[in-house]
Each structure stands twice: as structure tokens, then as C-alpha cells.
């Protein structure tokens, strides 16, 4: 799904992951679900490429529900993986700690398992090779990404600022759509480590320019960073 000029959007307002595409080649922004591998082939397609134009994969953090298919675009393309270093064992191993799951209403909560199981969300591979990035990098892959750590959903959750896409994906640091509840609009996420810290860490992506503010969970929201910043903090 085309969002913008050089900027598209896999999955939907349950997982999302998105696509940097520029003329030097295209840089991911986390992997969704193991069934979003489907639709990343689509996008590809429809933009004239292949996964071979595919330069760098970032992740936003390590949870399942965001390293669904990098594991089998490291291993069949040889597309490095780029997470923080906090979180590089999360995304090895799949271990976390147990988080309280907060409000639910049944309905929200049966279809996001639904979609999991409907995209293989079961059946994760964890990633068996990570690049180590830290708070304040630029990488050296397609639209300059710029790393910011946001500390509090995982201890690596990161913002990935790409100031040429004019966007800014915040993985699971805030949500526009909480998945086990269905409310929707700016506010914190689910299964977060810390919730203090992770709303602390909304302070460091205030002063960000961007358009366009991409979570993992939600619809991307048209808007700067420093106003989704606020309305997370007054939900």
C-alpha cells in the first residue's frame, strides 16, 4: 500500500511493517508476520523489483510480531538485520519478560490472534544473524535512516527517523490502535516492559521533523512527531 512518494505500508492496522524505496534501493522497516512475506513479494512486484533490490532490514524492536519474515530474507537474499543491541538477544531467542496484558474486551483481542494465526505467527524464526545498532547511528542503507532509542516497550525499541521519506516508524514505543482493546487514535502499547520509561522516551522524538508518524500497530498518522508525542501522553 503506496502511503506516500518512496514510502509503503505492509499489513494492516493489526501488524503493519513499511518500505523505504529510493533510487538506491529499498530499506524495510521491520518484518510484520511470517504471512506478510506474501505481501511484501506483492509490493515489490507492483514497483518493478524483487527482494534482491533490498538493502537493509531495521527493526523497531525484537518481539515476534515484528521479525516475522527476517529470517528468511537474511538466509535466502542476504539482507543484514539491524537491531539495537539491547534487544539483539530478543530478537535471537525470543526471550522476554512476562508483561501484564492490561485492559481486554474478547472481540479485539480473538481478531488480532486471528490475524497472527492467519499470517503464521506461530511459526517465527527468530533471526540466527543481527547487525548491533545503537541510540543515535546513521546507516549506511537507502534513505539514511537515523536510529533513536526509545527505551520502555523492550530496552531496544528504537524510532527509525528518515528524514527523506519525511517519516518516522516507532514500532511498539506508542500505537494508534491497541490491539486487545480496538481503541483507536494516539496512546501507549501493549505488553510494554516499562511503561513509565516508554512514555518518558516520547520526549526524544518531540523535536523530530517528519510528516508522517508509522506505528507498528494502527493507522499511520499524517501528522509531526511532537503532536503524537502529546495526545500519547494525554490518552
Known amino acids: 500500500m503506496r502511503l506516500a512518494p518512496n514510502l509503503h505500508r505492509l ?5 503493519a511493517c513499511y518500505l523505504v524505496d529510493t533510487p538506491d534501493g529499498i530499506t524495510l522497516i521491520d ?17 518493478g523489483k524483487s527482494a534482491d533490490d533490498i538493502r537493509g532490514l531495521v527493526l523497531t524492536h525484537g518481539d515476534s510480531d515484528h521479525i516475522g ?5 537474511r538466509r535466502e537474499h542476504g539482507v543484514p538485520v539491524y537491531v539495537h543491541s539491547a534487544d539483539a538477544a530478543r530478537a535471537r531467542t525470543g526471550e522476554k519478560p512476562k508483561t501484564p496484558f492490561g485492559p481486554m474486551r474478547i472481540g479485539p483481542t480473538l481478531g488480532f490472534l486471528g490475524y497472527s494465526i492467519s499470517k503464521n505467527g506461530l511459526r517465527t524464526r527468530h533471526v540466527a544473524e543481527v547487525t548491533e545498532i545503537g541510540d543515535g547511528d546513521v546507516l549506511d542503507l537507502p534513505g539514511s535512516p537515523v536510529i533513536v532509542g526509545m527505551p ?5 525499541s528504537v524510532g527509525v527517523h528518515v528524514p527523506a521519506a ?3 516508524f516507532v514500532g511498539d514505543a506508542l500505537t494508534t490502535r491497541h490491539v486487545l482493546t480496538g481503541r483507536t487514535g494516539p ?15 516520547l520526549d526524544r522524538i518531540a523535536g523530530l521533523e517528519a510528516s508522517w508518524v508509522l506505528p507498528g500497530h ?3 498518522w499524517e501528522t509531526s512527531p511532537a503532536d503524537v508525542a502529546t495526545a500519547v501522553k494525554n490518552a
Open 31 to 47: 518484518a510484520g508476520l511470517p504471512g506478510h512475506w506474501r505481501d511484501l513479494q506483492r509490493e515489490l512486484q507492483a514497483l
Open 152 to 156: 520502555g516497550h523492550s530496552p531496544g
Open 11 to 15: 499489513g494492516n492496522d493489526l501488524v
Open 166 to 168: 519525511g517519516a518516522l
Open 187 to 201: 496512546q501507549p502499547a501493549p505488553f510494554t516492559d516499562d511503561p513509565d520509561e516508554a512514555l518518558a522516551s
Open 69 to 73: 519474515f527476517a529470517e528468511r530474507l
Open 218 to 220: 494502527g493507522t499511520p
